[in-house]
């Protein structure tokens, strides 16, 4: 076997292998250098796994089984540092390795701005995932201020990431306005404003004069004399072909390494691809062409005939919520024409640019949805003469009447790129549903790499599918609870009512399920039914819980746990207080916290020493704050008429009542409320599961709010005139969602597939149905407001809490 | 090193673990996760998880595997391996019920205790 060795494990190179393998995988015997310590992964989505939209893991392209299942031998972490052409040897860090062919993918390295202060520890470029995480680790800083020299892709991606990771962002930019390269100016400012909307600062014509710190970067001058302060420099400011190594093993090298359309270099045994490469004059920096050169590359490897041309390209800005994309030219000329299209309610800007009859340019802002079609008139150099007038507003209104999406989709020619990055065409797409039977998105990102780089496509290739499958294909279509069964949630809770299932097994049983015991995911949501519809005759299925809600406490990152007992309504007194100081000095205690819900969290107890604890906390008449369940949580209140000058309510008295009506039911996700006594509301009652503001002439009720994983503020479910009227809406509210909510379906989400007009119907309108629905709840409360922890400390699942043996170690070694 | 004359040591017995359930075993040098399944086979692997070395014996137990709970990686409770695409092993003991009462492999024991001592 012939011996191909390849420096460096990128994204082009990724793609000559996977391409290499898939058409003759005995070809040759690989090995893969790496200066970076893994393998290929998704380059292009390390601003997600900055932003925490993703994890690491999400966006490896190759893993370990990968490289074993296809026999090639890694050396990552190891960088190559010579090659010697004559011998026809590679020597990295590690020793010499001989090749028949070799392929130079080293990619490039970020652009340091050369001031004073650049080597300080703190000032990094954004490249790989070590750049990544070091950023992640200085956000985890309160009040650590991030400042990003450079306002093109790679900088407002940096900059949108640190900023929702809590960072104080500034972007400092060299030009008049914000990635002039791919924007014009009006673009530009629309992404301004919208940067700054998320509260990134953006100064425009700053020109970097210094980076000032003694150990470590406090801070950047600029021109100007302006000083600002930073804990963290991030550079993206350009990059450099990286060309060391070929320059040194003497092949031909301009700006980067030349190739011809083989991605030959010029020396016949050497490849090179992807930001490497020069050709014809032009250089790559985004990832469609790369993936063109990789598979004229492999071609090339197996001595068939291909050629790579350079195609034009256009480019969209990977920060979620700003729509931005932009090809082809938009300078200004003499006998070029300008169309533009604004919408400042909407944020919508679109311009076109015509020369000729021909599209050549179109930069787009806010709504996005048609520039793939834009982007074939520009690549294709379509004649538009005929639709100039309509042309700005998209593909819907070419030809007669306004078309549906769906069907500008089928319109699309077949030779319509679809998939950007991957160079993905609709008829390939097409072609490989029908061929190979596909049915899910993720089979037709296996199967074409459509939508599997940075994935803006998603919304088209979903729409291709359903045109290609019909009706079997719904991108919205119920999911399954999970592996073991075919039904969705809403099926399984209503056989669970009309076939008056009352136990797991049988629910497994009369369901079909199609495993013995379920997983750990339908396990908990079954047992979550089965309690809220049956409160009276349904035991508690132990095992399906979480470890939180079986021993009712948090487990932390090392075995350990966290007790966080009720406080009512965030209230507390020296005899409670007290009663923690003694038990944390008793047990140890390592932390103490106070919580963003009003009450104490002690972390760090050992498991045996659980009840022990809470028979302390009982004596104090503490009883379990439920920071585990899924159920009520907490209920935050302010002061109120007892105390401020504003209050109009006496808002903690009904936070209280509220806590003390409802704790201890169990709900389809965590139940968080509040009371605020004033629209100041210091409670944040708008944001929660439920809130209450308290006015003059009574109560506005509010449900639906988010601010963990998503952010919104709540909707109004209506007014009442008094406390009692309060409790029991609100009672009414949470039993309604107790009886409709998919497992782990937080309110809004629940809210969002009801619908609000429906819920505020049933429960403000239907008095009938409201009393009902406050009926089954505290009917329910019967069998459930009993405190976990004192059945815990007189006995109950003793076996949780003790190991049952000890063996000496020399019982078991000797 | 000697070895040991009870190849097999009684730990307890079945009725101790509830059925879908787990107990934990302190070894000194490791702690081990005692498992029952519905068929009530009994199965003991290291309490620690390949990832993150998440408590095994506190995760839920279904179809001969068990899910860690911190970040619900599946592991086979007869093989040891994280199931899926995840990679990891974790020690696996042998057992045997005699008579109702749960016996450790002695040998098993053994090695880990001498693997533990070695690293
Ligand atoms: C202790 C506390 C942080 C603190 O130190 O302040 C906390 C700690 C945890 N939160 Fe939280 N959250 C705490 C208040 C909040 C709040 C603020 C609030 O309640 O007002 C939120 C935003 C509001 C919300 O609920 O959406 C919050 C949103 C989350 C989320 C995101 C939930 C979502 O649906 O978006 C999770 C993850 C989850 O539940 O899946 C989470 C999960 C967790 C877990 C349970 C993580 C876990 O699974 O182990 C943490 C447990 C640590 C422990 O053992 O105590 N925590 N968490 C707070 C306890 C409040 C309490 O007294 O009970
Ligand atoms: C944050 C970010 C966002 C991006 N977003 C987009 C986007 O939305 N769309 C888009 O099209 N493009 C995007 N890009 C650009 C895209 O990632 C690159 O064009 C692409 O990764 C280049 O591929 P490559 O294989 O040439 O180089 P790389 O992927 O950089 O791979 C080169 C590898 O070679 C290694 N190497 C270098 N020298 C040596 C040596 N001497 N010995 C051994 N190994 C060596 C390096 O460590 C590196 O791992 C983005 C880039 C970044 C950093
Ligand atoms: S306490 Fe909440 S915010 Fe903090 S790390 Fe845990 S889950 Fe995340
Ligand atoms: S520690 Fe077990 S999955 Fe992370």
């Known amino acids: ?814 | 090193m000697t070895m040991i004359d009870r190849p097999w040591i009684g730990i307890g017995r079945i009725e101790d673990i509830p059925q879908l359930g787990a107990r934990r075993i302190e070894a000194g040098y490791m702690t081990i996760g005692l498992f029952r399944t519905a068929g009530d086979e009994v199965f003991a692997i290291e309490d620690k998880c390949p990832h993150k070395g998440g408590p095994l014996s506190q995760g839920i137990v279904h179809d001969g595997c068990v899910t860690c709970p911190l970040h619900n990686m599946v592991i086979s409770l007869t093989t040891g391996e994280t199931q899926g695409p995840d990679e990891g092993t974790v020690r696996t003991f042998r057992t045997r019920i005699q008579d109702g009462e749960i016996q450790l492999s002695g040998e098993d024991l053994a090695a880990a205790a001498n693997a533990v001592r070695a690293a």
Request: one cysteine or more; glycine letters at 10%.
């Open chain 1, 1 to 814: 076997m012939q011996k191909l060795v390849v420096i460096g494990a990128g994204m082009a190179s990724g793609r000559v292998l996977e391409t290499l393998f898939e058409t003759d995988p005995s070809a040759y015997e690989v090995t893969l250098f790496n200066a970076e310590p893994r393998g290929n992964y998704n380059r292009i989505m390390l601003s997600p796994v900055l932003s925490g939209e993703k994890s690491f893991e999400e966006i490896v392209t190759h893993d370990d089984a990968w490289y074993a299942g296809n026999h090639v031998t890694c050396r990552f972490g190891e960088k190559v540092v010579s090659i010697d052409r004559e011998r026809k040897i590679v020597t990295g860090k590690n020793g010499e390795l001989a090749y028949d062919k070799l392929i130079i993918a080293t990619g490039s390295s970020p652009f340091i701005v050369p001031v004073e202060g650049r080597d300080l520890p703190g000032v990094i470029a954004y490249r790989d995932l070590d750049d990544t995480n070091t950023m992640i680790e200085v956000s985890g800083d309160r009040e650590a201020r991030a400042i990003v020299i450079g306002g093109g892709l790679l900088g407002l991606e940096a900059a949108a990431g640190l900023r929702l990771r809590g960072m104080e962002v500034t972007v400092l930019h060299l030009s008049g306005h914000l990635m002039e390269r791919q924007l014009d100016e009006a673009a530009g400012f629309l992404l301004r404003k919208d940067l700054e909307k998320r509260g990134i600062e953006v100064m425009t014509k700053a020109s970097t004069q210094k980076i000032l710190g003694t150990d470590k970067v406090e801070g950047v001058e600029l021109a100007d004399g302006t000083v600002l302060k930073a804990d963290l420099v991030v550079m993206a400011v350009g990059i450099r072909p990286s060309v060391e190594i070929a320059k040194q093993a003497g092949l031909a090298v301009n700006r980067a390494i030349a190739v011809n359309a083989q991605m030959q270099t010029s020396d016949p045994d050497i490849y090179a691809v992807g930001e490497c490469v020069e050709y014809n004059g032009t250089l790559f920096g985004l990832v469609a062409p790369l993936y063109e050169q990789a598979k004229v590359l492999a071609k090339s490897l197996l001595g068939e005939n291909d050629a790579f041309v350079v195609k034009e390209l256009s480019t969209k800005l990977k920060v979620t919520g700003c729509d931005l994309f932009s090809a082809g030219d938009f300078a200004e000329g003499e006998i070029r024409e300008d169309v533009v299209l604004r919408d400042p309610a909407l944020g919508i800007y679109k311009r076109l640019v015509i020369e000729n009859d021909r599209l050549i340019g179109a930069v787009m802002y806010g709504d996005t949805s048609d520039s793939n079609w834009f982007f074939d008139l520009i690549r294709d150099k379509t004649p538009i003469a005929e639709m100039r007038d309509t042309l700005i507003f998209g593909p819907a209104y070419q030809g007669g009447s306004p078309l549906d999406p769906m069907a500008a989709v089928a319109a699309l020619p077949d030779d319509a790129e679809i998939c950007g990055c991957n160079g993905v065409c609709k008829v390939k797409i097409t072609g490989a549903i029908t061929a190979k039977g596909l049915t899910s998105l993720d089979e037709v990102r296996a199967h074409t790499k459509a939508s599997s780089s940075c994935g803006t496509c998603t919304g088209l290739v979903e729409q291709l599918m359903s045109l290609t499958l019909g009706d079997a294909f719904d991108p919205n279509a119920v999911k399954p609870m999970c592996g073991c069964t075919a039904l969705s949630h809403d099926d399984v809770r209503r056989l669970i009512k009309a076939k008056e299932l009352k136990s797991i097994p049988e629910v497994q049983q009369e369901l079909q399920w199609s495993t013995p015991n379920g997983c750990a995911k339908c396990r908990p949501a079954l047992n979550y039914y089965l309690v809220a519809d049956w409160p009276d005759e349904y035991a508690d299925d132990y095992q399906s819980r979480f470890i939180n809600e079986r021993v009712h406490a948090n487990i932390q990152k090392d075995g350990t746990y966290s007790v966080v007992p009720r406080m009512w309504g965030g209230v507390t007194s020296s005899k409670e207080l007290r009663a923690i100081a003694d038990v944390v000095d008793k047990f140890e205690i390592p932390t103490v916290k106070v919580t963003g819900g009003q009450r104490i969290d002690m972390l760090g107890i050992r498991k045996e020493d659980l009840p022990a604890v809470w028979a302390d906390l009982g004596q104090a008449g503490f009883v379990s704050g439920q920071a585990y369940a899924k159920g009520l949580r907490t209920v935050k209140t302010c002061v109120g008429t007892d105390w401020c000058r504003f209050g109009t309510q006496d808002s903690t008295g009904l936070g209280i009542r509220i806590e003390k009506f409802m704790w201890g039911s169990w709900t389809p996700a965590k139940l968080k409320m509040a009371v605020s006594g004033c629209p100041r509301n210091c409670a944040e009652a708008t944001c929660k599961d439920i809130g209450i503001i308290c006015v003059d002439s009574g109560f506005d009720i509010h449900f639906a709010g988010a601010a963990g994983l998503d952010i919104k503020g709540t909707e109004i479910l209506g007014h009442v005139d008094t406390d009692d009227e309060v409790l029991e809406h609100v009672v009414a509210l949470a039993q309604m969602y107790r009886e409709q909510g998919h497992y782990l379906e937080r309110i809004y989400k629940w809210a969002k597939r009801i619908g609000l007009d429906e819920i505020r119907r049933q429960i403000m309108k239907d008095h009938a149905a409201r009393r009902a629905y406050y009926e089954r709840f505290v009917f329910s409360q019967k069998f459930a407001q009993i405190d976990p922890w004192s059945e815990r400390v007189s006995g109950k699942d003793k076996h949780e809490f003790q190991p049952m043996a000890e063996l000496e170690f020399a019982q078991a070694a000797e």
